[in-house]
Protein backbone atom coordinates (compact mmCIF):
# COMPACT_ATOMS: atom_id res chain seq x y z
CA UNK A 1 0.00 0.00 0.00
CA UNK A 2 1.41 3.35 -0.91
CA UNK A 3 0.25 6.17 0.94
CA UNK A 4 -0.58 9.47 -0.91
CA UNK A 5 -1.57 12.88 0.28
CA UNK A 6 -5.62 11.95 0.64
CA UNK A 7 -5.63 8.56 -0.96
CA UNK A 8 -4.47 5.10 -0.11
CA UNK A 9 -3.37 3.11 -3.34
CA UNK A 10 -2.63 -0.57 -3.83
CA UNK A 11 0.29 -0.69 -6.53
CA UNK A 12 -0.16 -3.59 -8.34
CA UNK A 13 2.58 -5.07 -10.92
CA UNK A 14 0.84 -8.17 -12.17
CA UNK A 15 1.76 -8.69 -15.33
CA UNK A 16 -0.90 -8.54 -17.89
CA UNK A 17 0.18 -12.64 -19.15
CA UNK A 18 -1.98 -13.36 -15.95
CA UNK A 19 -5.20 -11.73 -16.28
CA UNK A 20 -5.09 -11.10 -20.72
CA UNK A 21 -7.88 -13.11 -22.42
CA UNK A 22 -5.94 -15.49 -24.89
CA UNK A 23 -6.88 -16.40 -28.40
CA UNK A 24 -8.82 -13.03 -28.96
CA UNK A 25 -11.40 -12.90 -31.69
CA UNK A 26 -10.10 -11.58 -34.92
CA UNK A 27 -11.59 -11.15 -38.43
CA UNK A 28 -10.24 -10.04 -42.07
CA UNK A 29 -11.00 -6.01 -43.04
CA UNK A 30 -12.68 -7.87 -45.95
CA UNK A 31 -15.29 -9.14 -43.51
CA UNK A 32 -18.49 -7.37 -42.85
CA UNK A 33 -19.95 -5.59 -39.87
CA UNK A 34 -22.94 -8.54 -40.05
CA UNK A 35 -20.16 -11.78 -40.09
CA UNK A 36 -18.60 -9.54 -37.17
CA UNK A 37 -21.69 -9.22 -35.10
CA UNK A 38 -22.51 -13.15 -35.41
CA UNK A 39 -18.77 -13.96 -34.62
CA UNK A 40 -18.72 -11.57 -31.39
CA UNK A 41 -22.39 -13.05 -30.39
CA UNK A 42 -21.05 -16.63 -30.95
CA UNK A 43 -17.91 -15.62 -29.20
CA UNK A 44 -19.46 -14.01 -26.59
CA UNK A 45 -17.30 -10.56 -26.92
CA UNK A 46 -17.65 -7.53 -27.45
CA UNK A 47 -15.30 -6.76 -29.91
CA UNK A 48 -13.22 -8.37 -32.78
CA UNK A 49 -9.70 -7.47 -33.56
CA UNK A 50 -9.40 -6.55 -37.91
CA UNK A 51 -6.37 -8.09 -39.22
CA UNK A 52 -4.94 -7.14 -42.92
CA UNK A 53 -3.21 -10.03 -43.97
CA UNK A 54 -2.30 -11.15 -40.55
CA UNK A 55 -1.18 -7.95 -38.77
CA UNK A 56 -3.61 -6.23 -36.65
CA UNK A 57 -4.72 -2.69 -37.96
CA UNK A 58 -7.47 -1.78 -36.05
CA UNK A 59 -10.83 -2.66 -33.93
CA UNK A 60 -14.52 -2.74 -34.30
CA UNK A 61 -16.73 -2.78 -30.93
CA UNK A 62 -20.17 -3.30 -30.08
CA UNK A 63 -20.56 0.58 -29.77
CA UNK A 64 -18.98 0.69 -33.42
CA UNK A 65 -21.98 -1.02 -34.47
CA UNK A 66 -24.17 0.67 -32.55
CA UNK A 67 -23.14 3.71 -33.61
CA UNK A 68 -22.11 4.07 -37.10
CA UNK A 69 -24.09 1.13 -38.38
CA UNK A 70 -27.41 0.58 -36.62
CA UNK A 71 -27.85 4.21 -36.05
CA UNK A 72 -26.87 5.32 -39.61
CA UNK A 73 -29.46 2.65 -40.48
CA UNK A 74 -26.84 1.20 -42.57
CA UNK A 75 -27.56 -2.51 -43.79
CA UNK A 76 -24.53 -4.73 -41.71
CA UNK A 77 -23.80 -7.16 -44.73
CA UNK A 78 -23.34 -4.09 -46.93
CA UNK A 79 -20.59 -2.33 -44.44
CA UNK A 80 -17.08 -3.80 -44.27
CA UNK A 81 -15.27 -3.95 -41.31
CA UNK A 82 -12.16 -2.08 -42.75
CA UNK A 83 -14.89 1.07 -42.93
CA UNK A 84 -16.08 1.26 -39.29
CA UNK A 85 -13.03 0.20 -36.92
CA UNK A 86 -11.36 2.32 -34.59
CA UNK A 87 -7.92 2.62 -35.47
CA UNK A 88 -4.72 3.28 -35.37
CA UNK A 89 -5.38 -0.32 -33.28
CA UNK A 90 -3.45 0.73 -29.36
CA UNK A 91 -1.91 -2.44 -27.83
CA UNK A 92 0.06 -2.83 -25.31
CA UNK A 93 3.23 -5.58 -24.86
CA UNK A 94 2.80 -8.75 -22.39
CA UNK A 95 5.47 -7.74 -20.64
CA UNK A 96 3.41 -4.73 -18.91
CA UNK A 97 1.60 -4.92 -15.72
CA UNK A 98 -2.33 -4.36 -15.05
CA UNK A 99 -1.33 -0.82 -13.97
CA UNK A 100 0.63 -0.21 -17.32
CA UNK A 101 -2.44 -0.96 -19.02
CA UNK A 102 -4.71 1.06 -16.71
CA UNK A 103 -2.59 4.07 -17.18
CA UNK A 104 -2.80 3.29 -20.98
CA UNK A 105 -6.80 2.63 -21.34
CA UNK A 106 -7.10 6.56 -19.40
CA UNK A 107 -4.70 8.30 -21.91
CA UNK A 108 -5.50 7.11 -25.08
CA UNK A 109 -9.82 6.58 -23.71
CA UNK A 110 -10.03 3.28 -24.65
CA UNK A 111 -11.64 0.21 -22.89
CA UNK A 112 -9.87 -2.67 -24.46
CA UNK A 113 -6.31 -3.54 -25.26
CA UNK A 114 -5.11 -6.05 -27.77
CA UNK A 115 -1.75 -7.44 -26.13
CA UNK A 116 1.12 -7.96 -28.38
CA UNK A 117 4.16 -10.54 -28.65
CA UNK A 118 7.56 -8.79 -29.58
CA UNK A 119 6.36 -10.01 -32.95
CA UNK A 120 3.11 -7.54 -32.82
CA UNK A 121 1.32 -10.60 -33.37
CA UNK A 122 -1.93 -10.26 -31.14
CA UNK A 123 -1.77 -13.10 -27.76
CA UNK A 124 -4.45 -11.40 -26.06
CA UNK A 125 -6.75 -9.17 -24.95
CA UNK A 126 -7.22 -6.82 -21.87
CA UNK A 127 -10.37 -5.04 -21.02
CA UNK A 128 -11.55 -2.96 -18.39
CA UNK A 129 -13.86 -4.98 -16.68
CA UNK A 130 -10.88 -7.78 -16.43
CA UNK A 131 -8.70 -4.98 -14.60
CA UNK A 132 -11.99 -4.02 -12.49
CA UNK A 133 -12.00 -8.04 -11.44
CA UNK A 134 -8.34 -7.94 -10.43
CA UNK A 135 -8.79 -4.58 -8.55
CA UNK A 136 -12.04 -6.10 -6.55
CA UNK A 137 -10.08 -9.53 -6.15
CA UNK A 138 -6.91 -7.43 -4.55
CA UNK A 139 -9.58 -5.15 -2.53
CA UNK A 140 -11.18 -8.00 -1.26
CA UNK A 141 -7.86 -9.27 -0.09
CA UNK A 142 -6.44 -6.37 1.41
CA UNK A 143 -10.22 -6.01 3.35
CA UNK A 144 -9.26 -9.39 4.94
CA UNK A 145 -5.85 -8.71 5.83
CA UNK A 146 -6.94 -5.53 7.40
CA UNK A 147 -9.30 -7.54 9.40
CA UNK A 148 -6.70 -10.23 10.56
CA UNK A 149 -4.97 -7.46 11.34
CA UNK A 150 -7.63 -6.00 13.63
CA UNK A 151 -7.90 -9.22 15.44
CA UNK A 152 -7.22 -9.83 19.29
CA UNK A 153 -4.49 -12.09 19.13
CA UNK A 154 -3.25 -13.59 22.74
CA UNK A 155 0.58 -13.86 23.25
CA UNK A 156 2.36 -14.15 25.88
CA UNK A 157 5.71 -12.11 25.66
CA UNK A 158 6.35 -8.44 26.91
CA UNK A 159 3.81 -5.34 26.95
CA UNK A 160 4.53 -2.92 25.19
CA UNK A 161 3.60 -0.16 27.57
CA UNK A 162 4.89 -1.50 30.80
CA UNK A 163 7.81 -3.53 29.81
CA UNK A 164 6.04 -6.70 32.13
CA UNK A 165 5.87 -10.19 31.46
CA UNK A 166 2.00 -11.35 30.93
CA UNK A 167 0.52 -14.73 29.63
CA UNK A 168 -2.77 -12.18 28.91
CA UNK A 169 -1.61 -9.99 25.86
CA UNK A 170 -3.83 -8.86 23.24
CA UNK A 171 -2.82 -6.93 20.25
CA UNK A 172 -4.70 -3.40 20.49
CA UNK A 173 -4.26 -1.11 17.52
CA UNK A 174 -1.13 -2.79 16.50
CA UNK A 175 0.33 -2.42 20.57
CA UNK A 176 0.63 -5.25 22.69
CA UNK A 177 -0.48 -4.85 25.67
CA UNK A 178 -0.93 -6.83 28.97
CA UNK A 179 -4.50 -6.80 30.97
CA UNK A 180 -3.93 -4.36 33.66
CA UNK A 181 -2.80 -1.38 31.00
CA UNK A 182 -5.64 -2.48 28.79
CA UNK A 183 -7.84 -1.50 31.94
CA UNK A 184 -5.59 1.67 32.22
CA UNK A 185 -6.46 2.44 28.72
CA UNK A 186 -10.65 1.65 29.29
CA UNK A 187 -9.85 -1.17 27.28
CA UNK A 188 -11.61 -4.79 27.78
Do not use: W
Request: glycine letters at 4%.
Amino acid sequence: MKKGTNTIRFETRIPLREVMKRNPTMISTGATVAKAAKLMCSEEVGSVIILRNNFPIGIVTEEDINCKVVAKDLKPSTVRVDEIMSTPLITVSADKTVGDAAHMMVKHKVRRLPIIDATEKVIGIVTVRDLLTVATELNELLTEIVEINREEEVIMGLCNRCNQMSDDLKRVDNVILCARCREEENIT
